[in-house]
């Protein structure tokens, strides 16, 4: 397990030093630093409204914000743009960002498309330097577009470049995996950020809903176990429905051995990324309920 900034040099992770085998698990953010998990909220529940997401997460203690760029693009002017880092900075939450994806594709085949996505990729790059360090997030084959469609080579070749174009502004690109195509199986995922130095954000719904699950070629936690070497943050909730619906946990929740699995790891970068403010609680008081649970399992031993 690496964490959220390695892949640009800005942490320490167990493993650097000969004595930190007997260390728990850090994760570090700037000079933040992070022995439990921290929650955050994704911006996506309220469509990018800056200032509601900001208040609501103040409001109900989640500890940051991810900043879910499909709805809502950063601007090209600069005042802007600096207008919304403002109020990030000032709020004096965790931040990372996942970029747009509908209609931004690496893989994809027309050569000219292609290098569009990855121009328009880097422009993202440049403008989040301001706010670096930080990660950025990015898919391959969103959307569920259909693999023929889509070019293994462009794939790698662009991933490539953007992940050199990230580490010289310090940000970390991340690929998601997804519920279908390459980045929902395991190996190839690993392939995949081997290849391009890219890092690994772990998305514990589209693992549970990935067709390498379902076909049973693997448990989850195999899938996680594979891929775990360069996961640097997660998204967190129950599972992916086949209508691409992101639902919560409940009392027969399969994600609690997951959870264990990141802290143990010291993935501590958790993001609830559900649709709408009532389903983001409902997962918010489930984590917390269960570490608390943890804690006071901890404390009696």
């Known amino acids: 397990m690496i964490h959220v900034l390695d892949a640009i040099g800005s942490s320490h992770s167990p493993g650097d030093h000969p004595d930190d085998a007997a260390q728990e698990p850090v994760a570090v953010w700037g000079e933040f630093s992070m022995r439990e998990p921290c929650l955050l909220l994704s911006s996506r529940v309220s469509f990018h409204r800056d200032g509601e997401s900001l208040r609501y997460a103040k409001e109900h203690l989640y500890q940051g914000i991810e900043w879910y760029l499909e709805y809502y693009r950063l601007p090209s002017s600069k005042g802007l743009r600096h207008r919304f880092f403002d109020a990030i900075r000032e709020a004096g ?20 498309h292609s290098r569009v996505a990855l121009d328009y990729l880097k422009m993202y790059l440049d403008f989040l330097e301001e706010m670096a360090p930080t990660y950025f997030i990015i898919h391959i084959g969103a959307r569920r577009i259909p693999l023929e469609e889509l070019s293994w080579e462009h794939a790698l070749d662009h991933l490539q470049r953007l992940v050199e ?4 502004r310090k940000i970390n690109v991340c690929v998601e995996n997804l519920a279908h195509g390459w980045t929902s199986d395991p190996e190839l995922l690993m392939k995949m950020v081997g290849a391009t130095g890219a890092s690994i954000t772990f998305d514990v719904g589209h693992a549970q809903g990935s067709r390498w699950v379902r076909e049973k070629r693997g448990t989850v936690f195999q899938f996680f176990d594979i891929i775990s070497p360069k996961i640097v943050n997660a998204h967190v909730y129950e599972c992916e429905n086949d209508r691409g619906e992101h639902l919560v946990p409940d009392r027969d929740s399969r994600i609690i051995p997951i959870l264990e699995e990141l802290t143990r790891r010291g993935c501590f970068w958790w993001v609830l990324e559900l649709n709408r403010y009532e389903e983001t609680d409902k997962t918010f008081r489930f984590i917390r309920n269960y570490l608390k649970g943890k804690e006071v399992h901890h404390e009696s031993n």
């Open 93 to 112: 939450l965790l931040y990372g960002f996942h970029g747009p994806v509908n209609d931004v594709e690496l893989a994809i085949k027309d050569k000219a």
């Open 165 to 168: 174009h990230g580490r010289s």
